[in-house]
């Protein structure tokens, strides 16, 4: 079937305004866009700019905005987007992140954000002679925040960003709930000034499109409002109030 790829362009050193330009090219259903993109770069266009690294949803290169949504292109079939010859889909680089040329955004603001929350095990006791053990169940907890790839699927998708790009973001807070779940980790103190943050866990509104945008099915709006629970608990225990900015 043929396909239109409406794509946005875009090189900042140009001196140019973003603007779209179509591509048609020679797909099948169960092609996935991260294909057509390539066709396209091979054979139309080599100045085409997009990030791809292992096609099979594993790296979180090409994360982009397909028809508005935020997804892969790797995991993206052409049926999924696209269910008739000659129909058109939209491509655009993810939100929230300056772009550096056509899909390649610069996902420095991204990353800051991530390390913020420490994303790494916290425990200052001896290491003991093997490894630090849990149990199935400690480790049910929080394991599918442990799958997440860093696409920035869900930084983009975020409508908090759009108006506080101050906000750690969902990614950032998932990560963060991925360590503080785990039973093998005391870190949690040492977070906690930047997760009880009018710009940690309480900016986050329950918009779910985080969730919403996930590759890879993580519960991010849940696992957000649990970090939310467990220092409500926690400031409650030593009445201490939340620093929530009044929100
Ligand atoms: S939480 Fe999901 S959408 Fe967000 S960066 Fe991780 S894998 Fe991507
Ligand atoms: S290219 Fe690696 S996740 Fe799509």
């Known amino acids: 079937m043929k396909i239109n790829l409406k794509i946005e362009r875009f090189n900042p050193e140009s001196g140019l305004e973003p603007e779209f330009r179509e591509y048609t090219v020679e797909v099948e259903p169960t092609d996935r866009l991260l294909d057509a993109l390539v066709l396209i770069k091979q054979y ?79 425990n200052n006791e001896p290491p003991p002679e093997k490894e630090r053990l ?61 997760l009880d943050h009018p710009n940690g866990v309480w900016a986050c509104k329950n918009h779910f499109e985080c969730t919403k945008s996930c590759p890879r099915q993580i519960k991010v709006t849940k696992r957000i409002n649990q970090t939310k629970q467990r220092i409500k608990t926690y400031r409650k225990s030593r009445g201490e109030p939340l620093n929530d900015g009044g929100v």
């Not at 139309?44 to 700019?49: A, H, K, P, V």
């Not at 290169?61 to 269910?83: F, H």
Request: one cysteine or more; proline letters at 6%; charged letters at 25%.
């Open 44 to 122: 139309q266009d080599g100045t085409l700019g997009f990030r791809k690294s292992c096609a099979h949803g594993v790296c979180g290169s090409d994360a982009m905005r397909i028809n508005g949504k935020d997804g892969l292109a790797c995991k993206t079939l052409i049926q999924d987007v696209a269910k008739t010859e000659g129909e058109t889909i939209e491509i655009r680089p993810l939100k929230h992140m300056p772009v550096r040329r056509d899909l390649i955004v610069d996902q420095d603001a991204f990353f800051k954000h991530y390390r913020t929350i420490q994303p790494f095990l916290i």
């Open 134 to 194: 849990q149990t199935p169940g400690d480790r049910a907890a929080f394991d599918d925040a442990t799958n997440c790839i860093l696409c920035a699927s869900c930084f983009s998708a975020c409508p908090i960003l759009d108006d506080n790009p101050g906000f750690l973001g969902p990614a950032a807070l998932a990560q963060a709930y991925r360590f503080i779940a785990d039973s093998r980790d005391q870190g949690f103190e040492e977070r906690l000034p930047d």
